[in-house]
């Protein structure tokens, strides 16, 4: 909210890093900083928007992602069969277990990104740029309201 930019400029920062948040589970960060680049994000926002995902709702989250991209790819996988795999995955981090996963889950967890990173990206957009130029609209009615109390009381 206290970003110096434009609202438009955070809402772009905000949809980058809940975008990239669905994306993958390491490196989400440098993905929302690379994204917000181009798009001339607020990269403060696009930064800490990644943290909708966070080690505690992430195997719920990843589950379902992989759940539903599953769906999407075309290859329906139970939920219980997915669970264990990543929470297996990001319980042991390693290119062992990235590769264990194989390329099905892999593409059915990018699909399934790719539906939630929209989902919560072009809402969190707009929300962002309403919720910015409520909180600045509010800042300088406060701050007139001190200066006109100023001014009567000085008087």
Known sequence: MRHPGSPESVG?????????????????????????????????AALLSTWITNPLNMPVIYSVQCYLGSFIVGNPLSYEEIKLLVLNALHNPSMKTAWALGGELVACFLAG????????????????????????????????SKINRWKTEGL
């Open 113 to 144: 990104g790719i539906l939630f990173g929209l989902l919560s990206a072009v809402p969190g957009y707009f929300l962002t740029i309403e919720l910015v130029r409520r909180y600045r609209a509010r800042k300088i009615k406060r701050k007139e």
């Open 12 to 44: 772009r920062g905000v949809a980058a890093g809940l975008f990239s948040a669905f994306i993958t589970p390491v490196g989400q960060m440098p993905l929302a900083l690379l994204l917000a680049l181009p798009l001339r994000g607020a990269k403060g």
